[in-house]
């Protein structure tokens, strides 16, 4: 029927199939739904006939779902994916930064809610295109969900291509080699890729030398080195360890004794704000302009506003976390010129969801003076 849309839902519960295909028809609103048991199955049904949206889960047998978006990201990039996911969607959206990027949806999910997010997204055609899916993203997805799998990367630099193995096992990033790297520094160079194709074998080979550190730490620290490395400065790989270790000696910066004040204030006032150590504002450069708490020096914050810029692909963000041994980092834009909020968090100690309530509010406060 001339108009129609059609929804790929992608899964291999048979009862979770005929519920969503059932619940997502509407003939009078247009909208069509086909269904497959996993990637394979989407694969055929995707080189058989136009989809203008995919809706599947992550862990399916034979093809699942990432190999899925690995395949759309490279044959049909302009397609909207929403993602189901055990994971809670303000957590997963909250770590991947997922705004303007991909959608997840939390199981079990309310179908009116789902109705109304695949009408909005087939509306603008733009909101959850595979191309957005930046590789940081995906590898933190991949993290998350505990995947044992090795991904052959493949970057399409205008200059040169650069090819790459990254390995992971159950979530943890064991091992990379591109070129003549192997380890920690191949994966450092790895996550800088731009426009980087990605390819997924679901199997982990021994790999030696073992990654030690934390999948936060090389993402934000292989931005810092690509941000000195496109500024002329002659790049410093930092001494083994995790993201905690280099909270380090950066020399002071002057910073507006108001804005620390209003920081403080926050702190004092906040019901979430235990376990909070630090509240840093940070202007786009990366220096620090105010600091309320222990100040953890500004080397991460460059590092954090270059990570920032990166995975925004262009869209603006609501809300990123870093999750280390002992820490959570969270960041949060505030204002209208590029400045973000990061709090150090102890993990141990520190209601994530209430903070992140406070954090809005501290938003809001310093949005106000920002302009």
């Not at 809706?55 to 049909?76: I, K, Q, S, V, Y």
């Not at 303007?100 to 909101?127: T, W, Y």
């Not at 990033?173 to 994966?187: D, I, S, W």
Request: with cysteine.
């Amino acid at each position: 029927m001339p108009g129609m849309k059609t929804v790929l839902v992608v899964d291999d519960e048979p009862s979770v199939l005929f519920a969503l295909s059932e619940g997502l028809s509407d003939r009078r609103g247009g909208v069509r739904v086909v269904t497959a048991a996993n990637g394979i199955e989407a694969v055929a049904v995707l080189e058989a006939e136009p989809v203008d949206l995919v809706l599947t889960d992550l862990r399916m047998p034979d093809m699942d779902g990432f190999e899925l978006l690995a395949f759309l990201r490279r044959n049909h990039p302009s397609v909207p994916v929403i993602l189901m996911t055990a994971l809670g969607s303000d957590e997963t959206s909250a770590r991947l930064g997922t705004a303007g990027s991909f959608e997840c949806l939390a199981k079990p999910f309310h179908l009116p809610d789902l109705k109304r997010k695949i009408a909005e997204m087939l509306a603008q055609r733009v909101k959850g295109r595979v191309e957005n899916i930046s590789l940081a993203s995906f590898l933190q997805l991949l993290e998350m969900e505990r995947k044992t799998c090795t991904l052959s990367v493949r970057s399409h630099d205008p200059e040169a291509v650069h090819e790459g193995k990254l390995f992971f096992r159950a979530g943890r990033l064991v091992g990379a080699a591109t070129g003549g790297l192997e380890g920690r520094e191949a994966a450092l160079e790895i996550v800088t890729w731009d426009h980087a194709d990605i390819e997924i074998t679901d199997v982990c080979p021994p790999v030696e030398p073992e990654i030690e550190v934390a999948l936060s730490f090389l993402l934000m620290e292989g931005m810092r080195l690509k941000d000195e490395s496109e500024r002329g400065q002659e790049a410093e790989l930092p001494e083994e360890g995790d993201l905690d270790d280099t909270l380090i000696e950066a020399p002071p910066r002057p910073q507006s004794e108001e804005l620390g004040r209003l920081l403080s204030e926050g702190m004092r006032g906040g019901k979430g704000m235990k376990g909070v150590q630090a509240i840093l504002l940070v202007e786009p450069d990366g220096t620090v302009a105010a600091v309320a708490g222990a100040d953890p020096g500004d080397g991460m914050a460059a590092a954090a506003a270059r990570f920032l810029r990166d995975l925004g692909a262009g869209e603006p963000l609501q809300e990123v976390l870093a999750t280390t041994g002992n820490h959570y980092w969270l960041a949060r834009p505030v204002g209208g010129e590029g400045h973000f909020l990061l709090l150090l968090l102890d993990r141990h100690r520190a209601n994530l969801a209430r903070t992140q309530l406070d954090l809005v509010a501290i938003e809001r406060m310093l949005g106000e003076r920002l302009g």
